[in-house]
């Protein structure tokens, strides 16, 4: 069965107050209403069965060089049993979509090259690096 992907929107922050098992560190109530009210916040929220299995936070940035923005990717998990069947692939879809549909110029994300799902994750969605080695990814959109 696949997840569905959700974005959660401002006045959402229970949304994500119910998903608190996916955060390194629990979430603050007010601080969610903040994130989610600013809408170059982009949240998504992965559900298995009405349960929230993994999420995807990033902020669209504006940029000198061009009017068109770039999304910072912040951070990407997924609850470990539910990791290797694909819910990470649909949450990045999901913001790749998201960022395309709205002319973004590019998305990156930071990760140490020595965490091999993530290095997995963002190569076969299609970001690349300058160098084998290179933190950041790139997909250019
Ligand atoms: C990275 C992470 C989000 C991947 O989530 P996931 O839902 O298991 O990923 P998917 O099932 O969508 O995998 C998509 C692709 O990524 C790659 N991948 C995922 N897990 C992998 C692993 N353990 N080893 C190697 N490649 C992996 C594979 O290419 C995979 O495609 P495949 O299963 O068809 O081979 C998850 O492992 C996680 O939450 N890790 C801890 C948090 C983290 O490190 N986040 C990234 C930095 S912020």
């Known amino acids: 069965m696949s997840a569905k992907i959700v974005r959660l929107r401002s006045g959402q922050e229970a949304e994500v107050v119910r998903a608190a098992h996916l955060f390194d560190e629990p979430p603050d109530p007010t601080a969610i209403r903040d994130y989610l009210d600013d809408d170059r916040n982009v949240f998504y929220l992965a559900f298995e069965v009405g349960r929230p299995v993994g999420f995807l936070r990033g902020s669209g940035l504006g940029q000198l ?3 068109r923005r770039q999304m910072f990717l912040y951070e990407i998990a997924v609850d470990p049993p539910h990791r290797r069947q694909g819910v990470a692939r649909l949450l990045i879809e999901a913001l790749l979509q998201y960022c395309r549909a ?20 963002y190569r076969t969605t299609g970001a690349v690096t300058e160098t084998p080695a290179d933190r950041m990814f790139v997909y250019r959109l």
Do not use: I, Q
């Open 102 to 121: 709205r002319g973004f110029e590019e998305v990156f994300v930071f990760t140490d090259p020595s965490n091999d799902p993530a290095v997995g994750l």
């Open 65 to 67: 060089k061009s009017t």
